[in-house]
Every structure is written in structure tokens, then in C-alpha cells.
């Protein structure tokens, strides 16, 4: 829906005191602005080791709305999206 307000909430409980953290990371391949994050957090992931659980989320999108398939079904955006050009992560 286009110029529309969206409402986000963020919370943060307290952890769980058994030496195990837990985190999420939501991206795409195209992510450039976080790109040296990544580089970088990559030596405190692997400090982290058995201690810690990663689980990366990828964002997709409608290929049909990106234009990344063509009425005939072509996929334009080749290995950014699956399923003929319907679901990408552009």
C-alpha cells in the first residue's frame, strides 16, 4: 500500500543467563550499506562459536512488481530471483 504510515515496535527482553546468544540478521544480497558490518562482525561470530546461534534472513520481494519478469514470464534479474522472476531478493 503506497503513502501509507507503518507503525514499528522493537523490544529487547533480558537474556537468558545460560552463555548463549541468540541473533538474527535481516539483509539482502544487494545490502551494500551494512556490506562492511558483515566483514567485520565476522571475527565476533567466530569468538562466539558454540556460544551463540546466527539465522540469517534474507528480504524478497515480488519480482512481478520489480520488474524482473517479463509478461511472457522471462526472468530479467537472472540469479536474484527464483521461480521465473516472481519472488527476488534484489
Known sequence: VKNTN????LSWTLPNPDDHVEWDL???PTDYVSMQFKNDFREAALALASHASF???MYI???IEAKCRT???ENL???MCTNGGRYCST
Open 6 to 9: 507503518v507503525m514499528l515496535e
Open 26 to 28: 535481516w539483509t539482502s
Open 55 to 57: 539465522t540469517p534472513h
Open 61 to 63: 520481494y515480488d519480482g
Open 71 to 73: 509478461d511472457e514470464g
Open 77 to 79: 534479474c537472472t540469479t
